[in-house]
């Protein structure tokens, strides 16, 4: 497997550097919300803009439901499905076929892989692309945002966003 951006028509990147990041989700405008141990952010997901920073560790925590799937954004008041290491797990599919999936074929590294499940004589893994991850290292978790526009990958260095238009 080769390592490459995600093929089209995920062409845009935005890369959003966070340390201690263990969950993530999408707002109801689809702004990335990363949560770690020294708060949480809201990011645009295409220019990659802070909308928001909140370093109260505490209040985060309390934000969090006590079964790790929702957060309540302190901010807002907005309550959001929420997706990392002590959390649930992202969306993986999207209405048009593309799947989104965390293999380890060189165990303990993670390699995300993405594919069009609806492209014709579709077979697993054959013409999947393996995501450059960068300089995200250890465990990974991904997802699509609801309207499946866009792609998140997490690790606990922060995110990398991919982007296609609407």
Avoid at 51 to 60: K, P
Avoid at 136 to 159: V, W
Wanted: glycine fraction near 10%.
């Amino acid at each position: 497997m080769e390592f490459t951006k995600p093929p089209s028509p995920w062409e845009h990147e935005t890369i959003i550097p966070a340390s201690g990041v263990f969950a993530c989700g999408w707002d109801q405008d689809e702004k990335v919300v990363l949560i770690s141990g020294s708060g949480y952010s809201i990011t645009e997901p295409i220019t990659g803009s802070r909308l928001h920073r909140d370093y109260d560790a505490n209040m985060t925590y309390d934000s969090i439901s006590e079964d790790n799937l929702f957060f309540n954004i302190p901010c807002t008041k907005e309550k959001i499905m929420i997706f990392g290491f002590e959390a649930g797990d992202g969306i993986h599919v999207t209405n048009d076929g593309w799947q989104l999936e965390v293999i380890y074929p060189w165990w303990p590294r993670a390699t995300v892989i993405i594919e069009n499940a609806f492209k014709a004589n579709h077979q697993y893994l054959e013409g999947v692309t393996a995501i450059d991850l960068g300089r995200l290292d250890a465990p990974i978790k991904c997802g699509f945002s609801p309207s499946g526009n866009h792609l998140m990958i997490m690790g606990s260095g922060g995110a990398l966003i991919y982007s296609r238009n609407a």
